[in-house]
């Protein structure tokens, strides 16, 4: 009977342990399903989140990128100012912000963010051809020439490499060798645009006028927007005296990007067209934009020397020699003014000035430049023409190796001194 009574209480036990072991598997099963469930939820939030992060980025680096087609570059280096520090860093943002900074005519800003660009992503070659011009415009010889060899081992068959081989060439003034391996980049892309101008200008350079015609309306074939081509067309028609053409074009280009500089020729072709009231305000309107730019101020001066406004001519001088303290052509013209004003003494120092300061460009190249435009009487005339420039900163007079010309002056695009840099 005890033995009965032991075994149903066994058995009773049993049954309860099994009934507990039950339960308990079931409660762990509802956990675990709860957890998976959370697990799944903090997953699909996790990946909600990080697409939205990846929609955001590539939205913020579309604005950028439309600001710089559009050249709205300061506002699109604040946008990605904005960015975190990790996609600051990237070698995309780097390259968008010194090309911001390049079409700015910036150029030592630039040269700053293509270079840690390169270091961080060294086979980097987007850009390059940005960089490559920032650096021809600096006169940096020895890191350009590094870049060509550089880009050269590491990809012959990249039309970047080429046009910083041309690039580089064309700083040395072998403008033959330039022209053939900025022909080449366009063998490699027959749709980059940017070679075109390149060549372009080079081809101005060679006086090869038809030339350099066709390789800007191939640009401008290619991208209706690319405005350095439109430049590189006005330059060839004031060239030619075509000026009402030349004007035409400056216009088309500043349709594209409105720049002080742009503005500034258009002035120099308006005053060519007998408009000096309206390349006044022209002027006025670039000094506006940029009041440090020594190129409109420069023409500003000498276009009132050409209307007998000497008084408010020299004060716009005097300003200036501030912005360019060793700039020849500023002082050769402060003498012009002084020798109309009747100070032979003031005009004579002034004279002096500007051949201590530049003894070949004083007594040749100057004189030469001074007496092509702004007539004022037979005797004395003042000019400082349409800068015959190439690549991307319109940026000199058509005289050489002047301050007035680097680093003073920029632009966005397409430009230097034919004489002076090239």
């Given at each position: 009977m005890s033995s009965n009574n032991n075994s149903s209480t066994s058995l009773l036990k049993s049954d309860i342990d099994f009934n507990d072991f039950q339960k308990n598997e079931k409660n762990i099963l509802l956990t675990s399903q709860a957890i998976n469930e959370d697990l799944k939820q903090a997953g699909l939030k996790m990946q909600k989140a990080s697409a939205e992060g990846l929609l955001n980025l590539l939205s913020v680096l579309?604005?950028?990128?439309?600001?710089?087609?559009?050249?709205?570059?300061?506002?699109?280096?604040?946008?990605?100012?904005?960015?975190?520090?990790?996609?600051?860093?990237?070698?995309?943002?780097?390259?968008?912000?010194?090309?911001a900074y390049f079409e700015l005519g910036k150029y030592d800003e630039s040269v700053v963010f293509f270079e840690e660009a390169r270091r961080r992503e060294p086979h980097l070659l987007k850009g390059m051809e940005y960089y490559s011009t920032a650096l021809w415009h600096l006169q940096r010889?020895?890191?350009?020439?590094?870049?060509?060899?550089?880009?050269?081992?590491?990809?012959?068959?990249?039309?970047?490499?080429?046009c910083v081989a041309g690039n580089c060439f064309s700083l040395q003034k072998e403008h033959e060798t330039a022209i053939k391996f900025?022909?080449?980049?366009?063998?490699?892309?027959?749709?980059?645009?940017?070679?075109?101008?390149?060549?372009?200008?080079?081809?101005?350079?060679?006086?090869?006028?038809?030339?350099?015609?066709?390789c800007f309306r191939n640009a401008i074939r290619i991208d209706n927007r690319h405005y350095n081509a439109f430049y590189g067309i006005g330059m060839i028609f004031y060239k030619q005296e075509k000026f009402k053409m030349a004007e035409i074009h400056y216009r088309k280009a500043l349709n594209i990007s409105l720049n002080p500089v742009l503005l500034c020729h258009l002035a120099v072709v308006q005053h060519s067209l007998k408009k000096s009231d309206l390349a006044l305000q022209t002027l006025n309107k670039a000094i506006e934009m940029d009041p440090k730019n020594?190129?409109?101020?420069?023409?500003?001066?000498?276009?009132?020397?050409?209307?007998?406004?000497?008084?408010s001519a020299l004060t716009e001088l005097e300003e200036l020699k501030q912005i360019v303290p060793k700039e020849s052509l500023v002082y050769f013209l402060i003498g012009r003014v002084h020798k109309k004003l009747g100070n032979t003494h003031l005009a004579l120092n002034n004279f002096s000035w500007a051949m201590d300061l530049d003894p070949k460009?004083?007594?040749?190249?100057?004189?030469?430049?001074?007496?092509?435009?702004?007539?004022?009487?037979d005797d004395d005339q003042i000019v400082c023409s349409d800068p015959v420039v190439r690549n991307d900163s319109i940026n000199s007079t058509d005289n050489s190796d002047n301050s007035l010309i680097r680093p003073h002056l920029n632009i966005s695009s397409s430009s230097m001194d034919e004489d002076e840099d090239n």
């Open positions: 579309g604005q950028a990128a439309l600001a710089i087609g559009q050249f709205k570059c300061e506002h699109a280096i604040s946008i990605l100012q904005k960015l975190p520090k990790k996609h600051y860093s990237s070698g995309w943002v780097l390259t968008a912000i010194g090309r010889e020895v890191k350009l020439s590094m870049l060509a060899q550089e880009l050269i081992e590491f990809d012959k068959n990249s039309p970047q490499t080429w900025l022909q080449r980049a366009i063998q490699l892309d027959v749709d980059f645009a940017y070679a075109y101008t390149l060549l372009g200008h080079e081809f101005v350079l060679t006086e090869e006028m038809d030339n350099a015609m066709a020594a190129l409109c101020k420069f023409h500003r001066a000498s276009i009132k020397f050409s209307m007998d406004a000497y008084d460009g004083a007594n040749n190249q100057i004189k030469e430049v001074i007496d092509k435009r702004y007539p004022n009487d």
